[in-house]
């Protein structure tokens, strides 16, 4: 059976059946080998010819995602062996689509990404957060390429079943057509505002969030079954972390977190962020956490004026290390906010790595005490600027042989020198506490105004419309 047309509108009545589609049908193909067991096949007609074209390419990323520091399910890596990622980012070279990057497929009007095909070790990772087991009924908020519903449809098997809803029209007859073409004929794809869920599919065992979520919509905790999960990228004091919760008596545990980035999400259940752009410096763009407000013009001085470092105490034995230093001084700071740069011109402090990436900014709205600081590696490279390169997910050129360990914030503003040296206090204490990060960090969730008493003492307690969010580290990490 053939999809039904797109709806005409993006926001309905999520009881309302008519803008749900059938599942995509295409004709079955030729079976590739089957996976040894505990090992993914590359899905070649012949197991034993060398891999050319897109099946080498998608078995090396097999081979790269084997090698995460974060353990993958076999089914997992057996699924991203087998699903072509290729044919859902038909504009990308096939070599190209098996690249460990997410691949943007639409950008708004201001040029600004407004969805991407996932960058496949995130996915991964994400995917093993869900712990998907074969006939799981799954949920999916934003369906982007399909590839991410392609490649979960494969893990649940013929037994299970995915859902996949996005609020773009544009998107959604995109992904049903990259489904037919890949295959995956069991997948359901169809138009709304996921804030809303799929009341008329639900329970699910599984619910996936695949947009940056500044809130978290009742109907995702509502249409779980009892021992669901549920995972999200959730924003918190601007920096985003996919964490998995489950229902644990009145409110809902994380079982993991790590550090993402995902686009923001559209529609009702949308965050107060706004971009805002600078003439100067040129092309900048960026957000303030919570849409918190900030004196734009003292801002833009600050960020056009000359900078100085302040060392951090503690020598850092990886990359992951500084992201860690990053959350955790978000995270316990205090009175500070988060500025996410997402886009900058390419030599305006040497970034390591492509936007987004983040600074603290102190007394936003006092331009004689505004105060701005990132968290980069010091002295790498031999350009003779020191320290260039911010902090932001753990990856970036800063990962390359050669680096010290030694970091530094990066300060400008007036109040810049004042915020360093504090945050630098702060690097000393993250130190003796045993460098806590992503792995340890545990949030708990409460529905608004349903908080069963006080969260732990030096936890970051946030309020949305929809729920009340707490986040910190174990007595042994604060």
């Not at 797109?6 to 590739?32: I, Q, T």
């Not at 990359?319 to 886009?343: H, P």
């Not at 987004?356 to 010091?378: K, N």
Request: hydrophobic letters at 45%; charged letters at 20%.
């Amino acid at each position: 059976m053939q999809p039904r047309e797109p709806a005409r509108s993006s926001h309905r009545d999520p009881a309302d059946p008519a803008d749900r589609a059938e599942p995509a049908r295409a004709p079955a193909g030729p079976a590739g080998p089957a996976a040894r067991p505990g090992e993914p096949a590359v899905g070649l007609a012949d197991p034993d010819a060398a891999p050319t074209g897109p099946d080498a390419a998608r078995a090396r990323m097999v081979n790269e995602l084997r090698q995460l520091g974060h353990l993958l399910s076999p089914a997992v890596l057996a699924a991203f062996a087998t699903v072509p990622r290729h044919v859902f980012v038909p504009e990308i070279g096939p070599a190209a689509a098996y690249r460990d990057e997410a691949l943007v497929i639409k950008c708004g009007p201001d040029g600004l990404p407004v969805s991407s095909s996932s960058q496949p070790a995130m996915m991964a990772i994400m995917l093993d957060q869900l712990g998907l087991q074969p006939g799981h009924r799954v949920l999916e908020i934003g369906t982007g390429s399909g590839y991410n519903a392609a490649v979960m449809s494969e893990v649940v098997g013929p037994a299970g079943e995915v859902v996949t809803i996005d609020i773009d029209a544009q998107l959604v007859a995109r992904a049903r057509a990259s489904l037919l073409a890949a295959g995956a004929d069991t997948v359901t794809v169809y138009r709304a505002d996921g804030g809303y869920g799929d009341p008329g599919g639900a329970p699910f065992d599984r619910i996936i969030v695949t947009a940056g979520a500044w809130d978290i919509a009742p109907a995702w905790l509502d249409q779980l079954v009892p021992g669901g999960r549920l995972v999200l990228p959730l924003s918190i004091r601007g920096v985003q972390l996919s964490v998995a919760l489950e229902q644990l008596g009145r409110g809902w545990l994380s079982t993991s977190a790590c550090r993402c980035g995902f686009v923001r999400m559209l529609g009702a259940f949308a965050g107060p962020e706004e971009v805002v752009r600078l003439d100067e410096p040129r092309s900048l763009a960026f957000q303030m956490s919570d849409g918190s407000p900030v004196d734009i013009d003292a801002l833009a001085s600050a960020l056009a004026g000359p900078a100085s470092d302040e060392a951090v105490p503690a020598v850092l034995a990886s990359i992951a290390e500084l992201a860690d230093l990053d959350l955790w001084l978000t995270m316990m700071a205090g009175r500070v906010n988060r500025l996410t740069v997402l886009a900058a011109p390419g030599d305006w402090l040497d970034p390591a790595a492509p936007p987004p990436f983040g600074a603290l900014v102190s007394d936003g709205t006092d331009a004689y005490r505004l105060g701005i600081c990132m968290l980069m590696p010091a002295g790498f490279g031999d350009d003779g600027r020191g320290a260039g390169r911010a902090a932001g997910n753990g990856r970036g050129a800063a990962a390359a042989a050669g680096w010290s360990g030694a970091a530094a914030f990066r300060h400008l503003g007036p109040g810049g020198p004042a915020l360093a040296a504090r945050l630098a206090t702060l690097s000393e204490r993250w130190a003796q506490l045993g460098r806590p990060g992503s792995r340890e960090l545990e949030v708990a969730v409460w529905r608004a105004g349903a908080v069963p008493g006080r969260p732990p003492a030096d936890w970051l307690v946030v309020k949305r419309p929809s729920v009340t969010i707490a986040a910190g580290w174990p007595v042994a990490a604060r």
